[in-house]
Nanobody, 125 residues
Framework: VQLQASGGGLVQAGGSLRLSCAASGRTVSRVDWAWFRQAPGKEREFVAATRWSGGHTYYGDPVKGRFIISRDNAKNTVYLQMNSLKPEDTADYYC???????????????????WGPGTLVTVSS
């Protein structure tokens, strides 16, 4: 499975961006999807995840209430709508996919087998 993220860019604080991650390759059904981010000099951080079954969503505390993860299974695409952006949201954003992800690991990078290249989001103050 190949993942390609897009939609990053430069935005002023308070603005919005929508990231997309398109999956291609083998059948991508029953895949749990997530977004992580990594700022310079920091560890990769969980942002959001969505389960393949039931559509349950999960968010990291720093983005809760501002970001929304969604998926379009017909298009094999997962989205991250980012609102009320802050300078501290500046990072490379990565989409990730995994099968059989257990709930207790959903925020862990180790739970995801498929990774796309990052897309840079820069929020100016």
């Amino acid at each position: 499975v190949q993942l390609q993220a897009s939609g990053g860019g430069l935005v002023q604080a308070g603005g919005s961006l929508r990231l997309s991650c398109a999956a291609s390759g083998r059948t991508v059904s029953r895949v749990d999807w997530a977004w992580f981010r990594q700022a310079p000099g920091k560890e990769r951080e969980f942002v959001a995840a969505t389960r393949w079954s039931g559509g349950h969503t999960y968010y990291g505390d720093p983005v809760k209430g501002r970001f929304i993860i969604s998926r379009d299974n017909a298009k094999n695409t997962v989205y991250l709508q980012m609102n009320s952006l802050k300078p501290e949201d500046t990072a490379d954003y990565y989409c990730a996919g995994g099968t059989g992800v257990i709930l207790s690991s959903i925020r862990s990078t180790d739970a995801y087998r498929y990774w796309g290249p990052g897309t840079l989001v820069t929020v100016s103050s």
